[in-house]
Every structure is written in C-alpha cells, then in structure tokens.
T-cell receptor, first 113, second 112 residues
C-alpha cells in the first residue's frame, strides 16, 4: 500500500516549457487535490476532483490544467511554465467519510528558470 | 472567504516546557486538521477534529476544538527536541475533504 505517489520529486524547467506532474493513489479515494506550497504561505489549493471525470478550480488555478480519467490518477499539467510557478507541489487524497484523514504525497519541487 | 490564522508563526522552546499553538478561522466549518511537516518532507496527519469540544491526544501533543469561538489549539507538553518541525492547521470548506484552507504554519524549534 503505497498511499499517494508523486513523480518526479524534483524538476527544473525553462520558462515556456510544459510538463505534467503525476499523482497516483492506491486507497480507492474519491477525492484528490493539488496544492502548492510557497515559503511563508502555507499550502494553497490549485485544483481538486471529487471523482473520475469531475474536476474544479481551487484558489490558484491559473496556468494549470487537470483531468481525472481514473479514480487512481490525477495529473497536473503546467501549460507554459513561468518563474512564478516555482514551488513545491503536493497531491492529496481522501475518502468521502466525515473524519477521514487527508493524505499527502511526498511532493514535487519545481524550479522554473 | 475562509481565512485561517495561526500564531505564533515562530516558536522557540526549551526542552521540558509547555506551550500552545493557536489556530483561528473566519467562517463556520465542521472539521479541522493538524499536520506536522519536517524540512523537505511531506505533511504528516496528526489530528482530525470534528465537533465542538473535541479533544485528541497523541503523546506530548493535544489538540482541541471550539467551534463557537472558531478556535483550535495544539498544546505541547514537556517538549522534546524531536518535536521540532512546522505545524499546520487546516480547515475544510463546504463540508468537504478536498478543499482545505491552511494556516501559514508555526515553525517550532525545541532547544536542549
């Protein structure tokens, strides 16, 4: 039982490049979310999904796309990377029951130069 | 808009001392989470608090929730160096587990 798995762990991009951050969970959770963590800012919600085929925007969605074709996977796409997207990205998943913990992946540290 | 404020943001403690971290939130919510994060690591779940008056304890950490005051506390008893980390509280929106609003975190340093 791996929990929430993110790849890659580290990535350096040039401005304007695109890439996909991968996230997979093996707990059969309905809910999955992407957050970014910047120094002194806590975590901020980018996009979330309440089930396969259903996604919605969070607090800071600009410059990012998501899709959810399966329960297990929730990739985050950066369309045209900008230095402002330099951050640590965390994927999270949880069940729908009240009181469920929200589990986080190990994070992807992204630098845009 | 839901806002979550933690204080203090920085806390330097001596081993053996007690202290409390406070988490205030601005709108009604039905659950509150506490997490621990070590440098360069992921977030580790500590507690989920669901109801007014809820109290949970794990080792030297005890969390409580007052939904009427929109306040949660994380109390540290007889601190040890291993508790040094950043602690976050997070509050859900709209009865969901998928939309959390986080505080900025409290960087706790426990000195010998």
């Amino acid at each position: 039982n791996a929990g929430v798995t993110q790849t890659p762990k580290f990535q350096v991009l040039k401005t304007g490049q695109s890439m996909t951050l991968q996230c997979a969970q093996d707990m059969n959770h309905e809910y999955m979310s992407w957050y970014r963590q910047d120094p002194g800012m806590g975590l901020r919600l980018i996009h979330y999904s309440v089930g396969a085929g259903i996604t919605d925007q969070g607090e800071v969605p600009n410059g990012y796309n998501v899709s959810r074709s399966t329960t297990e996977d929730f990739p985050l796409r950066l369309l045209s990377a900008a230095p402002s997207q330099t951050s640590v990205y965390f994927c999270a998943s949880s069940g729908s029951e009240v009181g469920s913990f929200v589990f986080f992946g190990q994070g992807t540290r992204l630098t845009v130069v | 808009e839901l806002k979550v404020e933690q204080n203090p943001l920085f806390l330097s403690m001596q081993e053996g001392k007690n202290y409390t971290i406070y988490c205030n939130y601005s709108t009604t919510s039905d659950r509150l989470y506490w997490y621990r994060q070590d440098p360069g690591k992921s977030l580790e779940s500590l507690f989920v608090l669901l109801s007014n008056g809820a109290v949970k304890q794990e080792g030297r950490l005890m969390a409580s929730l007052d939904t009427k005051a929109r306040l949660s506390t994380l109390h540290i008893t007889a601190a040890v160096h291993d508790l040094s980390a950043t602690y976050f509280c997070a509050v859900n929106s709209g009865g969901s587990n998928y939309k959390l609003t986080f505080g900025k975190g409290t960087l706790l340093t426990v000195n010998p």
